[in-house]
């Protein structure tokens, strides 16, 4: 064991995604001591082959799509991207954050440990490092052990044409610019947008429709399939997948009824699942369900009373904002037995593609399922004066509250900056007192955020929530 690392800690985290990084920051912030051990890359998939380095193109893909808008500015010449370059700017961006993320665990003191982490019981782990084996006792561990892409039949993953997302960033990509897109999860729907824009010529192919996971409504949904359009990005779905057939010349799919679509190479959009090989969780007594996910209460904490589970290895979510939330709440519960549940329905999911797609909490019909009745506030960036500015006003915000509390029960917002904009909702102190919140905000103008405070007077001016969202004040004329 490295000189600098404990034997007996009070945190053992096991995994350095968002969800571990983050849990052994707060344990540190708040007083622990703690180890986090990684057996592979530190930062995890969202680092380096997920939410960074796609955001990274996600940026290129959207300066490239703004030129469709430079004429009329009186901006002149053509923007193209090249994606063996993008590939290497993603690369210094990961590496400088990953960098800053070492630093800052050595800053705050907590021991770091490179290799395979697993359960001698529910106190101790073992790590087997390049050399060695090392056994650590902890009062408390965490497992962030996330997820590996799923490769379904008769897919198999070959490099250089038939590429998972995680294969994606770990070599340049492959040359030839016909790409077959599968899936329709938000891999798919992002990627199949960035390629497109990075100048490969896109067939996106699935089985089911677009994002069908993740409850936007159908407005939501069909900006964004009418921004992809735009960009000539179209899902064909009810797509079943016959063959795969890797030839020197490309990826030949056999499609039902003897179809074939012949491309360079192929990325998988197909979905990811809970990493725990190798974990001996049956040692710790930590179960898993049928899925594979570790099992956890409300309080994230395991079938064993002194393991937590956060992030992918534990959630079908398995989004970053998820296992940064879940850090958030384990490290609350270690520190205070357990009193604070997580409500993941309230963590802002964001999709990155032709339109951004935001949002959290409860859509129209699971707010009715739960027994309330719903109220939607609504703007739209047509009239937005900062979107007119920018030529880009596609999306709105919609806005769901209680209509007998005003409590605000979910929101979503499409269109450009929706993921940061989903944070005037995510931030609120509560949500029963979320939209007087914003009503009481102090605006920039002119600033795509407005357009959430007219949402909220319109839930206010239409739906007879003004006492509610303004307070007392309210001039009621005979
Ligand atoms: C292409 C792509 C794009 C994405 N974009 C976004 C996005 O924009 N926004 C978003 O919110 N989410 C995004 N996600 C999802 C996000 O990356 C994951 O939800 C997130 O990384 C999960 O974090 P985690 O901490 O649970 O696990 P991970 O990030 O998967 O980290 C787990 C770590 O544990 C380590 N580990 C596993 N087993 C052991 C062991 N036995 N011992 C030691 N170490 C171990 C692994 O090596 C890994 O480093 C994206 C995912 C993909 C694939
Ligand atoms: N912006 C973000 O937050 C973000 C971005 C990317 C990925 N992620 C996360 O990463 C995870 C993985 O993303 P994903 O899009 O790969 O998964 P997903 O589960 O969202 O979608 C999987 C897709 O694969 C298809 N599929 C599965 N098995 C198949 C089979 N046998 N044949 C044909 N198609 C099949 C499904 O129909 C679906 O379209 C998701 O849980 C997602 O939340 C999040």
């Known amino acids: 064991m490295p000189d600098k690392t404990p034997k007996a800690v009070d945190l053992a985290v096991i995994g350095s995604g968002p969800g571990g990084y983050r849990a052994a920051v707060l344990g540190a912030l708040r007083g622990l001591s703690v180890v986090i051990i990684e057996k592979a890359e530190w930062g995890g998939c969202c680092l380096n082959r997920g939410c960074v380095p796609k955001k990274a193109w996600y940026h290129t893909a959207r300066l490239v799509a703004s030129q469709s808008r430079f004429a009329d500015r009186g901006l002149e010449g053509r923007l193209s991207a090249r994606m063996d370059q993008a590939w290497i700017h993603q690369r210094s961006v990961v590496e400088r954050i990953r960098n800053s993320y070492q630093d ?28 060695d084996e090392h056994t650590v006792a902890a009062r408390h561990i965490i497992i962030a052990t996330g997820a590996h892409s799923h490769v379904p039949a008769p897919f198999k993953a070959v490099p250089g044409r038939v590429l998972t997302s995680d294969m994606l960033f770990d070599a340049p990509p492959p040359p030839g610019d016909r790409v077959a897109m599968i899936g329709s999860g938000v891999v798919a729907t992002e990627f199949a947008f960035i390629f497109s824009q990075m100048g490969k010529e896109v067939t996106w192919l699935a089985r089911s429709a677009m994002l069908r996971r993740l409850n936007f409504s159908r407005p939501a949904l069909s900006a964004l399939r009418d921004a992809l359009s735009a960009r000539g990005v179209t899902l064909q779905s009810g797509v079943t997948f016959d063959s795969v057939e890797v030839h020197d010349d490309g990826v030949t799919l056999g499609l039902a009824g003897d179809k074939t679509v012949t491309v360079d190479w192929v990325c998988l959009g197909t979905g990811r699942i809970p990493h725990t090989e190798g974990l001996a969780l049956e040692a710790a007594g930590v179960e898993t369900d049928e899925a594979g996910f570790v099992r956890r209460d409300g309080h994230l904490r395991t079938t064993a009373d002194t393991v937590y589970a956060i992030g992918d290895v534990a959630s079908h979510w398995m989004t970053a904002n998820h296992a940064l939330s879940d850090a958030t709440v ?90 940061e904009l989903i944070h005037l909702l995510s931030l609120a102190p509560d949500r029963e007192t979320a939209l007087a919140w914003i009503a009481r905000g102090r605006f920039n103008h002119p600033a795509r955020a407005e357009e959430v405070l007219n949402a909220v007077e319109t839930l206010a001016g239409k739906w007879g929530l003004r006492e509610s969202i303004f307070g007392t004040g309210i001039c009621t004329r005979g």
């Not at 770091?112 to 359960?119: K, S």
């Not at 769901?400 to 509390?405: L, P, R, Y």
């Open 104 to 131: 800052y665990l050595h800053h705050l003191k907590v021991a770091t440990l490179t290799g395979h982490a697993r359960f001698q019981d529910s106190h101790t782990l073992v790590v087997a490092t390049q050399d």
């Open 330 to 419: 384990a490290i609350q519960n270690i520190l205070t037995g357990n009193t604070r549940q997580q409500d993941a329905g309230q963590v802002p999911v964001v999709v990155y593609s032709a339109l951004e797609l935001a949002r959290l909490g409860l859509d129209e019909d699971t707010a009715e399922d739960a027994g309330h009745e719903p109220a939607v506030g609504f703007a739209a960036f047509e009239t937005s004066p900062c979107a007119l500015g920018q030529d880009d006003t596609a999306g709105f915000v919609r806005l769901i509250a209680d209509m007998d509390t005003a409590a605000l029960l979910g929101g979503e917002i499409t269109g450009a900056q929706a993921g």
